[in-house]
């Protein structure tokens, strides 16, 4: 079954840290990437550029609208994620909580619907 984790974090948080300590977070955040590439688990996974770099399109009508920026009014941003395998959403979550970046943001674990053409 595939699970996908939404990584979510304040990026003004980010934006703070000193250079050391968010090379630190990278490097475990790496790490933790090959750590369940090596259990099976692993699918894909990527960050995401800040908040500010993003666009939302939305199509109404048959026009679409492009606005500047995520669409969600939120203190954190989705920051990446990691679409896995795993047998249940209970080994998703423990999964899940062995990312070290979960310190600071929050995961989301998600099951993947899978969409079958009729």
């Not at 790496?30 to 688990?41: A, T």
């Amino acid at each position: 079954m595939k699970f996908l984790f939404l990584i979510y974090h304040e990026e003004k948080v980010l934006d703070t840290m000193p250079p050391k300590e968010m090379q630190k977070l990278v490097d475990s955040a790496l790490d933790y990437d090959d750590e369940i590439r090596g259990s099976g688990h692993y699918i894909v996974s990527n960050a995401l550029q800040r908040a500010r770099t993003a666009r939302t399109i939305r199509v109404r009508g048959g026009k679409a609208t492009v606005t500047d920026g995520p669409f969600a009014e939120t203190k954190e941003q989705l920051g990446g994620f990691f679409l896995i395998d795993a047998k249940d959403m209970d080994e998703a979550c423990a999964v899940a909580a062995r990312f070290p970046p979960a310190r600071i943001g929050i995961i989301e674990v998600r099951p993947v619907q899978e969409m079958q053409h009729s």
